[in-house]
């Protein structure tokens, strides 16, 4: 079944038949179409299009008006106002029908229509380091990377995830050294080793490791000599780093799963995944002249960009000791993306500290002709994660806050609230609860806020029942599936004959707004607007449900007209949650 478009669509498309058959050079004109406080929505294009063909605005807005058909099945009415805007009100049956037309739509995708034209985007998103714990900073990487996933695969974009550990360079060598030395340190008597028992493993090793690496000079000679080892792929030295990043990996597998997060071990391809194209990526930059060789280093220079004694700040791709640096690692990834992947779009969410290294990167591959006109790179940068005093997240000690700690506070918070709610809830469901509701109380706090701007953690409100939080989405969506429990053999059914009143009009237009903002969203790579969207259909169910009683409702009609409005709410809120990678239980 296609997709089906929304009120907003249908009134769009009559009135750019209007203008073009009142003005036909306007044909295509965009009658900029929005919602409204005065009415349902309001057209705003007239006054620039009377502009250009030198008419008076509220003379070509009325003749507009009167090639406009008005009645019941979908423009109620129309008036002009001020200097040519038009005040557009929806027929009571067109809203209903529409939503009915949804409703019925199998595919459940509740009019977000596919991309006319899908492409394949690789994404770089969640990339914690090998043999280190993830802390707060992980975080936002990982939550807004995984909810643009969720936004791009559902509009039809080809997806690919990457996740771009740190698993390379000279810090291995001293572990590898160590371990070589104090063979049984990885050793678990306990085959079943959860991810946290495993980073704690590689914690304590990589301290003894760095011990040792700062006190005796002897060893520190032999850890360097492991990492010329490791680079030029001796293989005892590649199987005991392998064996770090799989102890990692078993630790990020468990912090991603914490999260509600799938990763997929053919998703994660780290610096060391790049390691064979670092030669020749650095020939190519040399041969084709974009980079150049200064004081032994392979630098790309730009004239925009200046340290501050003025002079040019460089890229550095190759070191002067023959080394790799993290931009080597990073164009070589934009050449595997865009000539193996065939990547359209390269999206990186990466901290907006590292939008300089970035920039440099991608002015660098624009020159050496891998990206162009038909491939682009951005970087969705986000800020940083503040505690309630305004300051970056830290202990009271001034260490950087670990993620699986602040996330299993979230849960016990949230599984207090659940607990003092419940009401037929065994500890087993509150538990199960208490996970999905704190979860999704750190999600959305990070994914409501525009990724580029800071935010504040503070846990006390996002497990708020009140205000702009997950929880009061969750609520609300809990809310509505009792309902329709309680309605026992009733059954919700659309009835566009039945007049709406004024909140069960507010709540139908915002519910079909739903796949514009879906899109939107996902064009603009901004889950902040599909939250602010999911709020606000929270706030105008809670004045529904105040306003209209839906069980004793006045006729059997009226019954099941009002259930539709809560089951399509419903599933527009659980759709949408979905959509940021946050659960929605079934009782709260």
């Known amino acids: 079944m296609a997709s089906v478009t929304s009120l907003s669509d249908s009134v769009q498309q009559h009135l750019a038949s209007a203008l073009s058959a009142t003005l036909p050079q306007a044909a295509g004109a965009d009658p900029l179409l929005r919602r409204s406080d005065r009415a349902d929505f309001q057209a705003n294009g007239i006054l620039a299009l009377a502009k250009k063909a030198k008419a008076n605005p509220r003379e070509l807005a009325t003749q507009v008006v009167s090639q406009l058909v008005t009645g019941d099945q979908l423009i109620k009415d129309v008036e002009v106002s001020g200097p040519g805007f038009l005040n557009i009100t929806i027929a009571d049956r067109a809203i209903t029908g529409k939503l009915a037309a949804r409703y019925a739509d199998e595919t459940g995708r509740l009019g977000v229509p596919y991309a006319e034209h899908p492409g394949t985007t690789v994404i770089d998103y969640a990339q914690p380091n090998v043999a280190k714990e993830m802390h707060v900073g992980h975080l936002r990487s990982a939550v807004i990377g995984d909810s643009v996933v969720q936004l791009l695969e559902f509009t039809g974009e080809n997806v690919v995830r990457r996740h771009h550990i740190g698993d390379w360079g000279t810090q291995f060598g001293m572990l590898i050294q160590y371990l070589d030395e104090h063979p049984h340190e990885l050793d678990h008597k306990d085959t079943q080793v959860t991810g946290e028992e495993a980073m704690s493993n590689l914690d304590r090793l990589y301290k003894a490791a760095r011990k040792k690496f700062d006190s005796d000079e002897e060893f520190k000679t032999r850890a360097r000599r492991r990492v010329v080892d490791l680079q030029a792929g001796d293989p005892r030295t590649l199987a005991m780093w392998q064996k770090f990043v799989d102890e990692s990996k078993i630790y990020f597998f468990s912090v991603f799963e914490k999260l509600d997060m799938e990763i997929q071990d053919p998703d994660i391809v780290g610096e060391s995944g790049y390691n064979d194209m670092l030669a020749e990526t650095c020939r190519l930059l040399e041969e084709s002249g974009v980079a150049v060789r200064s004081e032994g280093a392979l630098c790309v220079f730009f004239e925009d960009i200046k340290g501050p004694d003025g002079n040019p700040v460089p890229l550095i791709v190759q070191k002067s ?139 006390d409100q996002m497990v708020s029942l009140n205000g702009d939080t997950s929880v009061y989405l969750q609520y609300a969506y809990a809310r509505i599936r009792s309902i329709l429990r309680k309605a026992g053999e009733t059954r919700p059914a659309a009835h566009p004959e039945l007049g709406l009143s004024d909140a069960e009009r507010a709540l139908g237009l915002h519910v079909d707004a739903f796949a514009q903002t879906v899109a939107e969203a996902a064009a603009e790579y901004a889950p902040h607007k599909l939250a602010a969207y999911l709020y606000q259909l929270a706030s105008l169910y809670t004045s529904f449900y105040d306003k209209c009683p839906v069980l004793k409702a006045e006729t059997p009609a009226q019954v099941e007209n009002r259930l539709f409005l809560c089951d399509i709410t419903a599933r527009t809120l659980h759709q949408g949650m979905a959509l940021l990678g946050i659960r929605t239980p079934e009782k709260l």
């Open 321 to 459: 000791d023959g080394g790799y640096g993290y931009a080597a690692t990073d164009l070589s990834a934009i050449r595997d993306r865009v000539f193996n992947l065939k990547a359209n779009t390269l999206l990186y969410v990466v901290d907006a500290r590292q939008s300089l290294h970035f920039r440099m990167v991608f002015e660098t591959a624009r020159r050496a002709g891998w990206l162009g006109d038909d491939v682009k790179a951005h970087q969705l940068a986000f800020g940083t994660v503040l505690g309630k005093d305004g300051k970056p997240f830290k202990t009271r000690e001034g260490e950087t806050v670990r993620l699986v700690d602040l996330l299993d506070e979230a849960i016990d918070r949230a599984s207090a609230v659940v607990r003092e709610k419940a009401q037929d809830l065994s500890e087993e469901e509150i538990a199960e609860r208490g996970a999905q509701v704190g979860i999704g109380a750190v999600k959305y706090a990070d994914l409501s806020t525009s990724a580029n701007r800071d935010y504040k953690f503070d846990l």
